[in-house]
């Protein structure tokens, strides 16, 4: 299998690039003032439009889609709801144009945190997948406080999306936040090592080929490194632990795996690629 990274174009060294995992929660989906009838594929209904839709930071709900005073008095109208539901303490609205905020006063040291996945990253079918991830959170202790869907949207979504907020106990690092996230390789030849990530108490919710997974835990990152002589990974392997520990992030593990078919890349032949996890 031809295995086309371009990190393979790069020096030994140079040649590693960080994976990303897939950050759904990034962008979410807000509660519905009316959510649509008959919509059973999600608990609390579908927004009535996008203009509702919220993100989510430390401590607050926000909009970037409130233009005036009376687009932002029908989202807090949305959101205060939801926030006094998790048992939060709402504060004053704050709102200029372009950007409006809903604070709020952690209670217990718990904070609202949001995910978002539409179908083209779902192993099930919308309303399966959403049961199993709420299912998952509650199993974690994680609350859920909502579940809503998103319209379609031909530009920004064009396909049913699953949308939980749920509560988790407040970080000073959101990355080290016990939370619902979503993990992905793009490379097909290239197997994600969930053994080793468990050992390390990384919660597997559902996997989606050997390559891609929904996770409860703090936010891992993976770095690759690729070799043509084994004898050169030892050294691979102890520059990537020095750089993390320099970056004060956390090493999982290092997992080598032999490629069933070598990698060539301007004219070299690269038959072994090294995994580097580590807590960001």
Not at 62 to 69: F, H, I, K, N
Not at 223 to 230: C, H, Q, R
Request: with cysteine; glycine share 8%; net charge positive.
């Amino acid at each position: 299998m031809k295995l086309l990274l371009a990190l393979l174009l790069l020096p030994a060294f140079a040649g590693a690039a960080e994976l990303e995992s897939l950050r759904a929660s990034d962008v979410a989906a807000s509660a519905p003032q009316a959510p649509a009838a008959g919509d059973a594929r999600y608990a609390d209904g579908t927004l009535s439009g996008l203009r509702l839709m919220a993100l989510t930071g430390p401590k607050l709900l926000y909009t970037q889609m409130a233009g005036t005073p009376e687009q932002f008095a029908e989202f807090t109208a949305a959101w205060t709801p939801v926030i006094t539901k998790a048992g939060l303490k709402p504060l004053p609205p704050e709102f200029s144009p372009g950007f409006g905020a809903l604070k709020y006063e952690p209670t217990g040291g718990l904070a609202i945190r949001s995910f978002l996945c539409d179908t083209a990253h779902m192993p099930l079918p919308p309303a399966q997948m959403e049961k199993k991830l709420s299912a998952a959170l509650r199993a974690a202790g994680l609350r859920v406080v909502g579940s809503f869907g998103v319209p379609t949207d031909d530009n920004i979504f064009p396909k049913p999306t699953v949308n939980l907020y749920y509560l988790t106990a407040l970080g000073e690092n959101q990355d080290r936040e016990k939370q619902l996230r979503y993990m992905s390789v793009r490379h097909s030849a290239v197997r994600l090592d969930f053994a080793l990530l468990e050992g390390a108490g990384i919660k597997f919710v559902a996997r989606y080929g050997e390559n891609a997974a929904f996770y409860i835990g703090p936010r891992v990152g993976v770095t690759l490194a690729v070799a043509k002589d084994p004898a050169i990974i030892p050294g691979q392997e102890a520059y990537y632990r020095d750089l993390i520990k320099k970056r004060g992030e956390t090493l999982i593990g290092v997992k080598t795996d032999r490629l069933d078919q070598p990698v060539t890349s301007g004219g070299e032949q690269y038959s072994y690629l090294t995994k580097i996890y580590y807590l960001k």
